[in-house]
């Protein structure tokens, strides 16, 4: 019977382990592919035109800057206006709506967060860019803002329901104790509840963010995907080309093992160094404030 | 503390079960005999599609015949000719002196079929007053050098240019014809800020919606509620708008015909095949893929 139970327990602790190594295999496993398809690219071009202005790959341009900047410039305005929307629909439900209201709200903040982006893509061709070109009387609707716009809506969801769990998981005794000092509610949230949950927040702006460099299919439908350099937040208002909606209008053509084929990976790569720094900036920052806090406490 | 009654909300996703119908049906094909009647096609991408619809059709109605199309390229197909590993190549130029000759060397005598043609029409909103322009003012608007429409003749409003992506057939052969006017050395390019839109779609709907933008398509491809615009092929010469008339009698600018070759003048089942091609029947579906039947 002991032997039996044993056996089992060690069978269980082994596949949970192996599943808990299998995301370092398969993250290792991943880079390695795009180091092995991406890295020719040096070899094939040079630096100076893989830095370079000009997009147009059928005819050897390869220079990836105005991508580079164009999936910033999107990104950036999405998570402007991701934050400040999403924390601060955290703090409404999980600190001031009233109990039914917050029953309504996390379900359907939910559900906006399972919308196909294929379906925002079609809202914003046929909705949201028409709108913006007549109302900020600008040339074309299929711009950077209009694709900021989309990924804000789709960044939203994920930064409420990972800071909205932070929010609730600060021990109830702080609010408690910040009230019989005589605080107010605005003064609870802001100096006590919030920097409590700093890091829960902080990893759901990352997310957030996260979120929004990697989507694609919105973006190559409502941005226009001209691969103009972006200089400043002027180019907010023009169409701009961004690294994924490139790598996914362009790979489906593309020969197999060509320089085109190899740039398309080094782009890739460059991708996924950008939310890797992103993910460990965010988590030595959370670290460093834990250990912070830990000091104080001790 | 007041206690607040334990509510108990239950969100629960529904799961539907799909039920799984298997239904056993016999597959007994009526077809004892193996074809052995095998037409190989291999080409240009811009007609693999015309080129699956009517083999599709065809090994339809002849069950006998097998019909394989791939696409690779005008000069995949026409290479593999010179080698003698397909029937029938498609292409959406002529052949080049250099694959003829090196054909000949091979033994193969390449013969020409026109097997139907391509226009491009450029569209506009239909309030944009612009009604005709030459090649020379469309190439210089893609190429950047003209922003405005006042320079061409129409209103005071920012030129947008909506083009498909780099990787689509038509996109290449409208550089080549319009911004270069056909010619080799010419290096221009699409200028920075053109929009390159992933479908023929969404360069209608913006269209259709902005007074800006200026677009171009399969002539088949454009819906009648757009303007077209009359496309002269020099400053002076006639504004000739396109229509299956004016792309079969060659007026109009941006055409080009879309050939089939055949290894010497085609016999038996690849001659019924071609003679099929160029009928009413299989015409009608060169038509709804956007193209432009070729009268003979």
Known sequence: MEKSLSWREFIITRLIQSSGYSAILFVALIFFFLLREGLPTLGEVDASSLFNFRWYPIESYFGILPLLSGSLIVTLGAALIAVPFGIGTAIYISEIAPRWMREILKPLVELLGGLPSVVLGFLGILVLSPFLRVFLDLPTGLTALTGSLLLGGIAVPTVVSVAEDALDSVPRAYREGAWALGATKWQTIWRVTLPAAKSGVLTAVMLGVGRAIGETMTVMMVTGNAPVLATGLGSLFSPVRTMTATIAAEMGEVANGSTHYHVLFFIGMVLFIISLVVNVIASSVVFRAKKRAERILS | ?296
């Open chain 2, 1 to 296: 503390m007041k206690r607040i009654p334990p509510s108990f909300f239950l969100t629960f996703l529904l799961l539907a079960l799909s039920l799984l119908t298997s239904c056993g049906s016999s597959n007994s094909s009526p077809d004892s005999s193996s074809p052995t009647n095998y037409i190989e096609n291999k080409g240009s991408d811009t007609i693999v599609n015309l080129a699956l619809a009517w083999a599709e059709k065809y090994q339809g109605e002849h069950p006998d015949v097998r019909i394989s199309v791939t696409g690779g390229g005008s000069g995949t197909g026409i290479a593999a000719l010179v080698n003698g590993t397909v029937d029938l190549a498609n292409a959406s130029r002529k052949i080049k002196d250099e694959e003829t000759s090196e054909a000949q060397a091979n033994g193969v005598t390449p013969v020409e079929h026109i097997i139907a043609r391509d226009a491009i029409a450029v569209i506009v909103n239909p309030n944009n007053p612009v009604n005709e322009l030459t090649l020379q003012q469309i190439s210089d608007i893609y190429s950047g050098k003209y922003t405005n429409w006042q320079e061409v003749g129409g209103e005071d409003r920012p030129i947008v240019r909506l083009s498909r992506e780099t990787n689509s057939g038509t996109h290449v052969y409208f550089l080549e014809t319009v911004l270069r006017l056909g010619s080799k050395e010419d290096k221009t390019l699409f200028s920075t800020n053109t929009l390159l839109l992933p479908s023929s779609e969404g360069i209608i709907s913006e269209v259709r919606d902005n007074p800006n933008a200026i677009g171009y398509d399969g002539l088949g491809y454009v819906p009648k509620d757009l303007k077209m615009i009359a496309i002269a092929k020099e400053a002076g010469g006639e504004y000739v708008l396109p229509s299956i008339a004016t792309v079969n009698d060659k007026t109009y600018a941006i055409a080009r015909d879309l050939y089939m070759y055949t290894n010497g003048e085609p016999a038996g089942i690849i001659k019924d095949y071609l003679d099929w091609i160029l009928s009413d029947e299989a015409q009608v579906i060169v038509a709804e893929l956007g193209f432009v039947p070729a009268i003979k």
